[in-house]
């Protein structure tokens, strides 16, 4: 799975500490409908549900992969944006 983590040093050191669930980053603003919720950041891995705008989350955590940028919104828990789905705001 080619990746890329987009964490700044701080947060990416948050993360090797184990400590990346306790840190909001930033949140997300669904601004589309019928946006699938998986268990990892893969269109391949598990169907969780999904969620429609205007719904918003906290990010824990950003990954790029497979040409989209996934947000983790809870444990297991995540969404992806192509650029028009989420709106993404930096804490």
């Given at each position: 799975m080619s990746?890329?983590?987009?964490?700044?040093?701080?947060l990416l050191d948050a993360v090797a500490g184990g400590r990346a669930n306790l840190y909001v980053i930033g949140?997300?603003?669904?601004v589309t409908t019928n946006?699938?919720?998986r268990n990892s950041y893969s269109k391949q891995s598990k169907y969780m549900g999904q969620t429609n705008a205007p719904a918003?989350?906290?990010v824990y955590e950003i990954v790029q992969n497979e040409g989209y940028?996934?947000?983790?919104?809870?444990?297991?828990?995540?969404?992806?944006?192509?650029?028009?789905?989420?709106?993404?705001?930096?804490?």
């Open positions: 990746e890329k983590n987009l964490l700044n040093d701080d949140r997300a603003k669904v946006l699938n919720i918003t989350y906290d940028i996934w947000y983790r919104i809870d444990t297991d828990k995540w969404i992806a944006n192509d650029g028009t789905w989420v709106e993404f705001t930096l804490k």
